[in-house]
């Protein structure tokens, strides 16, 4: 099982940019789907975006698409998701994930590893 350790939450104001990342242990990282969901007070998991196995092609939510970005640094066992124009409705602990499978999924139980979460808080 892969282990996976987010960092780079915080407290920032609307419009700000972050960085998140995730260093995986046990496997590494190209051979696997990755990608970041976020859970806000009170509701569900939501997906955010994944990158497939190969770097070859990416999926974000709408709500996120054109502000943020998912990189993998394979070299360094890490992905990134660089979040741009923060609003506050992105407030949520974010969390790194894993997927054994080929292609992509947006459900939160298709994805095997996760990392215990950063919490991210947009002010306005």
């Known amino acids: 099982q892969v282990q996976l350790v987010e960092s780079g939450g915080g407290l920032v104001q609307a419009g700000d940019s972050l960085t998140l990342s995730c260093a995986a242990s046990?496997?590494?990282?190209?051979?696997?789907?990755m990608g970041w969901f976020r859970q806000a007070p009170g509701k569900e998991r939501e997906f955010v975006a994944a990158?497939?196995?190969?770097?070859?092609?990416?999926y974000y939510a709408d709500s996120v698409k054109g502000r943020f970005s998912i990189s993998r640094n394979s070299a360094k066992n890490t992905i990134y998701l660089q979040m741009n124009s923060l609003k506050p409705e992105d407030t949520a602990v974010y969390y790194c994930?894993?997927?054994?499978?080929?292609?992509?999924?947006?459900?939160?139980?298709?994805?095997?590893?996760w990392g215990q979460g950063t919490q991210i808080t947009v002010s306005s």
């Open positions: 046990g496997r590494p990282l190209s051979t696997n789907i």
């Open positions: 994930v894993q997927r054994d499978g080929i292609y992509i999924k947006t459900s939160p139980y298709q994805y095997d590893s």
């Open positions: 990158i497939s196995r190969n770097n070859a092609s990416t």
